[in-house]
């Protein structure tokens, strides 16, 4: 079998899209490992992920034939090889739960990612007890006066090793508009909570003040408006009257390591297609 590609598409819905594509690729020698589509009723948008074997056709010929093809139903697409591990900037500051948990699940082959840097607001002491092996790390602090120069540096080293996603494994600084912009649709952040929820300092003391039954966590792209990116993933865990603050921070990590990885592993499989405000996400 040849190098497995994935095809993912969005376009406005018309009738003969999924037998046109798979028509396009049985020409070509192509045989279909996992196909996918979604129908937005609501938008009248098309979405399609198809996992192939190309065969003896080359990709880049693939991309040229399908270009046609795409410009008739006007499609927003994307042609990738499956297994290929994506370039991936982690960013994080003093709780590196979630940084530890994308580490090892990335060293047992869990996660097909290779990470090119690591940059914290905070010093390497910060998050001594982690194992991040040989992956480069950046020292970056940031008031409000350097912000927009900190950030600026971020952008340079994301730029120098060619990372193609950044994640926000509780990297507790809000990104400027402009960050946020220039990032758009490849940057995932961590929320502690569903979204909308508890905002501001110590959520979880918040959620026990109010004596909630239910904590969770929200996986998203990272968007200008704070925490109202589009939702790739969300967990929640339910909980009694007798758990104290300090049980829900514990019970709140594994929630956040286990909600922001699977985020991550999906977008790396290209699972994720942006839909205005929302996603579309083809899980496995």
């Not at 070509?28 to 937005?40: H, W």
């Not at 090119?116 to 905070?122: F, K, Q, T």
């Not at 300092?201 to 966590?217: N, T």
Request: proline content about 5%.
């Amino acid at each position: 079998m040849s190098e497995p590609l994935v095809l993912t598409l969005s376009c406005a819905d018309r009738p003969g899209i999924t037998a046109r594509v798979a028509s396009f690729l049985f020409e070509r020698g192509g045989n279909i490992l996992e196909a996918q589509q979604f129908n937005d009723l609501g938008s009248d948008a098309f979405f399609m992920r198809v996992e192939f074997d190309p065969g003896s056709t080359g990709r880049e010929r693939l991309r040229s034939d399908f270009s046609s093809l795409a410009g008739e139903f006007a499609m927003e697409w994307k042609l990738a090889l499956r297994d290929r591990p994506r370039r991936v900037l982690l960013m994080v500051s003093k709780f590196d739960h979630c940084l530890a948990d994308l580490l090892y699940r990335w060293r047992i082959g869990e996660l097909p990612m290779d990470p090119v840097a690591i940059i914290s607001n905070h010093p390497r002491d910060a998050i001594a007890h982690t194992d991040i092996g040989s992956v480069p790390f950046h020292h970056l602090p940031i008031t409000r006066e350097t912000k927009a120069a900190q950030e600026a540096e971020v952008r340079r080293i994301a730029q120098e090793c060619e990372a193609e996603l950044v994640v926000l494994a509780r990297y507790m600084q809000i990104l400027s508009d402009d960050q946020a912009a220039h990032f758009a649709g490849r940057c995932i952040n961590i929320h502690h909570s569903f979204l909308p929820g508890f905002k501001g300092a110590k959520p979880y003391h918040q959620a026990y003040e109010r004596g909630v039954k239910m904590i969770g966590a929200s996986a998203h792209y990272v968007t200008a408006d704070l925490d109202e990116g589009p939702i790739i993933h969300q967990s929640a865990e339910p909980i009694s009257h007798a758990d104290s603050p300090d049980e829900l921070v514990r019970k709140g990590r594994e929630i956040e390591s286990r909600v922001l990885a699977e985020a991550v592993r999906l977008h790396l499989e290209e699972r994720v297609l942006l839909n205005g405000k929302r996603t579309v996400v083809f899980r496995s």
